[in-house]
């Protein structure tokens, strides 16, 4: 968005310095919007948000109830490929005017194509990127980041719950909303697709490279890449590739609440497709659970609880491989893991290399981090 959201709510005493950094923390290491990060968090309720947005912005706000039930004759003015190149839903045609549901209403790019395709006047509204997602989900079928769907699901649960004149809650922990005690997703259509870390504005997300007849890493090319990265996906393209080119098999996976969920996995230089739909949850016993409970690697065979198994078959590798799981730990907690796999001798002569190597990752996550806050505020 164009305008400088923390400032204007730092402004508004809507939320302290404080919370600003946590949510700039947040926004960076799970890849989604400041004001979504703030929602999340609990600073600030989706309902103000978008209320402060339309009093600053000067157009109307789009409620819950709105964006839920929309006629299909309005959905139909707007195609589908420019609803997601744009990520906007039309909610009401009077006419020659239709009023366009938009996180970000001063894209006056986006306005004038809208307008030059339906051939209507555009009358730009405000809504909140979570209830965005939401909609554009279940309206047109474009599938949604995996974060912003649990978020809603969470703030549909808080409404439904909660009484009228509800405060906004200090932070807290979020649990995935619409869960199972067998771990089963309910009521919620959960994407393949899972982008990792957050980029930096302008910065767009690069596929993982393919790694046949590309020159190899070095530590040292590989440090000089980390340091330069512009986005998440460079770190993680450059780190999977390494991993890829050194070990049978290679990845790395986000801890997101009670979840370890596969980014970018390669085996014999081939990208591992089926990881980025692989959720393990951290409840139940893992390896992934160990790691984020003691933040200590953990090396060798695992033991065959239903989360492993599942871990095991979408590497691809049997139970008496040996794996290597190393956490990636920033702002004292968690964030990630690296999963790599060979023989035990190979793993314990590695490990002080891999470590040194994580370490790096994490700064390099910590240097976005700091980008972000000096462009966002």
């Given at each position: 968005m164009a305008?400088?959201?923390g ?5 508004e005493?809507l939320i302290?310095?404080?919370q600003l950094?946590d949510a700039?923390?947040?926004?960076t290491?799970?890849?989604i ?6 929602i999340?968090?609990?600073y600030?309720s989706?309902?103000q948000?978008?209320r402060f ?8 706000a ?6 839920a039930s929309i006629?299909q004759?309005?959905?139909a003015?707007?195609p589908?490929?420019?609803a997601?190149?744009?990520r906007?839903?039309p ?7 239709l009023?366009?549901?938009m ?5 006056f790019?986006?306005i004038?194509e809208?307008?030059?395709v ?7 509204h405000?809504?909140p990127?979570?209830?965005?997602t939401?909609a ?5 079928q474009?599938?949604?980041d995996i974060?912003?769907i649990?978020i809603?699901g969470e703030l ?11 405060a906004?809650?200090?932070?807290e ?9 067998s ?11 899972f982008e ?8 767009e997300?690069?596929?993982l490279?393919?790694m046949?007849g590309?020159?190899?890493?070095s ?10 990265a512009?986005n998440?996906?460079?770190i ?5 590739k ?6 049978t098999v290679?990845?790395?996976?986000i801890i997101?609440?009670?979840?370890a969920v596969?980014?970018?996995g ?13 959720s ?6 893992s ?5 984020l ?7 060798g065979?695992l ?17 008496a ?5 190393l956490p990636?730990?920033m702002?004292?907690?968690?964030v990630?893991?690296?999963v790599v796999s060979a023989d035990m001798?190979a793993?314990g002569?590695?490990?002080n290399?891999?470590?040194k190597?994580?370490y790096?990752?994490s700064l390099a996550?910590?240097?976005l ?5 000096i462009?966002m505020?």
């Open positions: 305008i400088k959201l400032e204007l709510l730092l402004s005493k302290t310095p404080e950094d700039l923390k947040n926004q290491i799970f890849g919007k400041l004001g979504s990060a703030l999340e968090l609990g600030i989706d309902e948000l978008c947005l339309s009093r600053k912005l000067g157009v109307p789009v409620s819950p109830r709105i964006m006629p004759g309005v959905l003015l707007v589908v490929e420019l997601a190149k744009y906007v839903v909610i009401r045609a009077d006419g020659k005017k009023a366009l549901a996180a970000d209403p001063t894209d790019k986006a004038d809208v307008a030059f339906t051939g209507c006047v555009i009358l730009p405000i809504v990127d979570v209830r965005l939401s554009l989900s279940k309206h047109y474009i599938r949604g974060r912003y649990k809603e549909a649960n808080r409404r439904r719950n909660a009484p009228v004149s509800e906004v809650k200090k932070a922990k979020i649990e995935i909303p619409m869960m199972s005690d771990g089963e997703l309910l009521n919620i259509e959960i994407p393949l697709e990792g870390f957050a980029n930096l504005p302008g910065n997300e690069e596929l490279p393919e046949d590309v020159e190899r890493y530590v040292d090319r590989l440090s000089i890449e980390f340091a330069s512009k998440r996906d460079q993680a393209n450059v780190f999977i390494y991993l890829g080119q050194e070990f290679g990845a790395l996976f997101r609440n009670n979840m596969g980014w970018r390669i085996a014999a230089g081939t990208r591992i497709d089926a990881l980025e739909s692989l393990i949850l951290l409840g139940k016993p390896v992934m659970r160990d790691v409970e003691t933040r200590q690697f953990a090396m065979t033991v065959q609880t239903a989360e492993n198994v599942q871990l095991l078959k979408t590497l691809g590798v049997n139970a491989t040996p794996l290597l799981v990636i730990v702002l004292n907690k968690v990630a893991a690296v001798d793993l002569k590695r490990l290399e891999l470590q190597l994580v790096k990752a996550f910590e240097m981090i700091i980008k972000n806050k462009l505020t």
